[in-house]
């Protein structure tokens, strides 16, 4: 049954963590040393180009049991000339919230200007790399790993729906254009046992809904396992709104709950 998201959103930004930017790289380090929960960081190396990432691990985290893990990729926004992870404000983004309430971990690549999901396949294969490193550091169950993420990276998800279906459980999207950058949409890939969960709301300035919608009516009956919605007001950055991460929740627990 399909459902649709309906809120009256208030347009927010980032909030300034009150860490400085030394307190929050200090943390995130020790925190990527120890194993302990909370935000930690890594790096992955592609070319001559050292990636940052994110990883976020949930209190409830035992390394001794598999748990589920959930790929975002940033919208373009934060893919500026220097990657962002120095900025304590990112521990703002409403997907590191879902973290505890879904006990899964959250796993947060960073793009920038010159390496970015949008046409460059080095950046695209790197996802892959980093979601390799984090199965060798962490726990995780590799049938239940779910890649998604906003505009720009929602719109990168349509790559590993055509090229790397076969690493993840499941894909998720919101305020994403169905387009691919390298070939057609393979709508096929897209089953109830692989299903997609994309989210637009309908005053998105950016993505108009009415072309979004288009083309998933024209397409629904490749991808049986495409679930799309909606919310009625937000624009492009609706998550990042008043109750934002509640649509994040929902869909993370959709997209576990379809791989029981």
């Not at 598999?66 to 409403?94: C, M, N, R, T, W």
């Not at 962490?138 to 239940?144: A, E, F, P, S, T």
Request: charged share 20%; glycine share 6%; net charge positive.
């Amino acid at each position: 049954m399909r459902f649709v998201f309906t809120a009256a959103i208030i347009l927010l930004s980032l909030t300034t963590s009150a860490q400085t930017s030394e307190e929050w790289l200090s943390t995130i380090k020790r925190n990527a040393t120890d194993k302990k929960p909370g935000y930690a960081l890594y790096f992955s190396q592609a070319g001559a180009v050292s990636v940052p990432y994110l990883v976020y691990i949930p209190k409830s985290y035992n390394p001794i049991k598999a748990i589920p893990a959930v790929v975002f990729l940033h919208g373009a926004i934060l893919a500026k000339d220097s990657f962002q992870y120095k900025d304590p404000a990112i521990a703002s983004e409403p997907v590191f919230s879902v973290a505890d309430a879904c006990s899964t971990i959250i796993i947060f690549p960073f793009a920038r200007q010159d390496f970015k999901w949008s046409g460059q396949e080095a950046a695209f294969e790197n996802i892959i790399t980093i979601l390799k490193q984090v199965e060798q550091d962490y726990n995780i169950d590799k049938k239940r790993v779910y890649l998604g993420g906003i505009s720009m990276g929602g719109n990168a998800t349509f790559w590993f729906i055509n090229n790397r279906p076969e690493m993840f459980a499941g894909f998720y999207t919101f305020s994403a254009m169905p387009r691919s950058t390298s070939a057609s949409i393979k709508f096929n890939n897209i089953t109830k046992g692989k299903p997609l969960f994309s989210v637009n709301a309908k005053d998105d300035p950016v993505f108009p809904y009415t072309d979004v919608k288009a083309t998933y009516e024209q397409h629904k009956k490749e991808a049986p396992g495409w679930h799309f919605e909606s919310v009625e007001t937000g624009g492009h950055r609706f998550i990042y709104a008043n109750g934002g991460s509640n649509y994040i929740k929902t869909i993370i627990n959709n997209l576990l709950a379809s791989g029981k």
